[in-house]
């Protein structure tokens, strides 16, 4: 059963504290999302990489984000410093570029800075 | 500004009841998508819609598509507690992007 897993699920940390999350895409894809949300914005796109290249990531604070994927079977998206706005839930979703373009999302983590 | 509007925001409803979820969209495209979440849980792909005229079902769900229109429907059948849930709806571009619909909660009452 192919799934898309992320570790950390859940992470506290304080303010200031670098967070590195991370993400196995299914293998076999060739594309990886990375989402996050929250109440009032809902769903947000932050990053897409296409067969490990980052194609768009205009929706991460570019200050403080930054995503990469060092392998195939590896994503991860760190935040540094954190702040308490940055408190969400954080989505990998992986799919195959040029077919239906389904994505499939990862369980989540969920980070709460105070 | 893209836009995806999905309505109501809020469905609350009773067991054995039909329903229709709203979903409108403000831009081309002729992918759509229908995802469920359970709270604090991932979303589930339920369906995928490629074309217009597109109707896709399972079980007490069927989706259609009319890209003239700019509008899909999420159509829910004699309502079960199991249904309750939020569901989204996104739309794709042209490119790999999503736009993700701000959801509809439903709930369904014994």
């Known amino acids: 059963d192919a799934r898309v897993t992320q570790t950390p699920r859940h992470k506290v940390t304080e303010m200031g504290q670098e967070v590195t999350m991370r993400c196995q895409p299914i293998?076999?894809?060739?594309?990886v999302f990375w989402y996050r949300q929250t109440m009032m914005q809902g769903l947000e796109l932050l990053a897409y990489f296409r067969n490990r290249a980052p194609l768009d990531d205009s929706g991460m604070p570019k200050d403080r984000f930054s995503a990469e994927m060092p392998d195939a079977t590896l994503a991860t998206l760190k935040i540094q410093p954190s702040e308490p706005r940055d408190s969400a839930v954080y989505f990998c979703?992986?799919?195959?570029?040029?077919?239906?373009?389904?994505?499939?999302f990862g369980p989540g983590t969920r980070l709460t800075v105070l | 500004e893209l836009k995806v509007e999905q309505n109501p925001l809020f469905l609350s409803m009773q067991e054995g009841k039909n329903y229709t979820i709203y979903c409108n969209y403000s831009t081309t495209s002729d992918r759509l998508y229908w995802y469920r979440q359970d709270p604090g849980k991932s979303l589930e792909s339920l369906f995928v819609l490629l074309s217009n005229g597109a109707v896709k079902q399972e079980g007490r769900l069927m989706a259609s598509l009319d890209t003239k229109a700019r509008l899909s429907t999420l159509h829910i059948t004699a309502a079960v507690h199991d249904l309750s849930a939020t569901y989204f709806c996104?739309?794709?571009?042209?490119?790999?992007?999503?736009?993700f619909g701000t959801g509809t909660r439903l709930k369904v009452l014994a």
């Open positions: 996104a739309v794709a571009l042209a490119t790999y992007k999503y736009i």
């Open positions: 979703a992986s799919g195959w570029w040029g077919g239906y373009n389904e994505q499939f």
């Open positions: 293998l076999g894809h060739n594309t």
